[in-house]
């Protein structure tokens, strides 16, 4: 594969297969499990303010229900596809299955890029989009959460559609919601949570201290952002941070909460305009390939390839998007002995949050914070102790036990279930 044929479904099928190579799956289950169960493409129409109609495309794939119903977020962005839903919903299966939560995998996205939207027309997209993959949803068949450009706002609206249409509220229909319709405290910063625990783990066991770590965070939207601000907490110097528009270094470390203040201010929270003494302003590109200890691609995927992994100079990459690091690119960070922490285990804190926040919606019995985030801590950590022991013991990078262990518990399923009819 080179990295000009970039497609994140053959890369996670290509992925997979290592996997499946690596544990000896039979054919049959090989089969299964590196194609989708079921894809619902849509094309609707909205109402735009102007009076005019647009007709958009919005995907939902399940890719796999042996453990559970489907579960994963929904993602606004005038880029994705049918392969990139694909992609990400695979990944869920394996992110669900490896941090031991009861949930098969799904991924969802609508073709658009929501910052040319007004308000009421996002909302009159959500709701639309809702209504045409209502027919998968439900709190025990597939279950969205907010992702790239989607926030606790559009949630509140898919599970007021959904609601609607059954004549009561449904609040576990989704996850990600607003705290005051049924969402979890803690689930907005979950994800950033389970990224910067993450950093202090794999410091650990290299023995290092937080204490003027230096980090690097590409994306600054709610993964990045609060990874960033719970990483300068911890003591970490956090010298780069990127958004769309470009890059912002500061060898002696940035001012993040003056950087999320900026972003709070701005659409999207764009760091666009952010200025202070002794600020350099690299490109995107440039700054993934800054000095630093520790590396967070926390944005797109497809970031880190062939082209530029040789010259990434942080000792550690902690995956805080999904897909950033393409597998040639893997190799080549293998080799140069840079170690990776895999997306599947390193932004799973969403997810889980997502899960505490599903179980008390059903249950209808709230959770504290302190709850909310002690638990994350304890399921985040416990499977990043398994995988890296099993790294070891191995000699594995942590990407392959990672792979290894989830898609073992999920060919089990699917064997302990056996083929129906
Ligand atoms: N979109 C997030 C992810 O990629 C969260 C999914 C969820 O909470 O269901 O993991």
Redesign the pocket.
């Known amino acids: 594969m080179t990295s000009t044929q970039f497609n994140p479904f053959r890369i996670a099928q290509h992925q997979f297969d290592t996997a499946a190579e690596l544990l000896d799956l039979p054919q049959s289950i090989r089969e299964i499990l590196r194609v989708p169960q079921r894809e619902l493409s849509v094309n609707f129409p909205v109402k735009m303010d102007d009076g005019s109609t647009k007709v958009y495309a919005g995907y939902r794939v399940q890719h796999n229900l042996a453990r559970g119903p489907a579960?994963?977020?929904i993602r606004y962005h005038h880029a994705v596809d049918l392969d990139e839903v694909r992609a990400l919903a695979m990944w869920?299966t394996w992110?669900c299955a490896l941090v031991n939560i009861p949930y098969g995998g799904a991924k969802g996205g609508v073709v658009v890029d929501p910052r040319t939207r007004s308000l009421s027309e996002l909302e009159r997209l959500t709701r639309r989009f809702a209504t045409e993959i209502s027919i998968l949803l439900g709190p025990e068949k597939d279950i969205p959460?907010?992702?790239m450009n989607t926030n606790p706002q559009v949630m509140a609206w898919i599970m007021d559609t959904i609601s609607m249409h059954r004549g009561y509220t449904v609040p576990a229909v989704i996850?990600?919601k607003p705290v005051n319709v049924g969402g979890s405290l803690g689930r907005v910063e979950a994800?950033g949570r389970g990224v910067s625990l993450m950093v202090r783990e794999i410091a650990k066991q290299a023995g290092l201290s937080l204490d003027k770590l230096q980090v690097i965070v590409q994306g600054f939207g709610n993964v990045g952002g609060t990874a960033a601000m719970l990483l300068e907490q911890m003591g970490c110097r956090v010298v780069g941070v990127a958004d769309t528009n470009g890059g912002y270094y500061r060898r002696n470390g940035l001012d993040i909460q003056a950087l999320n203040d900026h972003a709070a201010r701005h659409p999207y929270r764009s760091l666009e305009g952010y200025t202070a003494d002794g600020v350099e302003c690299p490109s995107n590109a440039e700054l993934l390939e800054m000095p630093c200890d520790v590396l967070i691609p926390a944005a797109l995927d497809g970031q880190i390839t062939s082209l530029n992994a040789n010259r990434i100079h942080a000792r550690f990459i902690v995956e805080g998007a999904?897909g950033p690091t393409t597998p040639e690119a893997d190799d080549i960070l293998n080799d140069r002995g840079i170690v990776v922490v895999p997306d599947i285990l390193a932004?799973a804190g969403?997810?889980i949050a997502?899960y505490f926040e599903w179980v008390q919606g059903l249950q209808e019995f709230f959770w504290d914070e302190t709850d909310v985030n002690q638990k994350l801590e304890r399921i985040i950590v416990g499977a990043f102790e398994q995988i890296y022991q099993s790294a070891q013991e191995k000699k594995q990078s942590l990407r392959t036990a990672a792979y290894q262990l989830a898609v073992r518990r999920v060919a089990d399923a699917t064997i302990t279930r056996g083929i129906y009819p």
């Open positions: 579960k994963g977020g869920m992110k959460a907010p992702d996850t990600g994800t999904n932004n969403g997810v997502s």
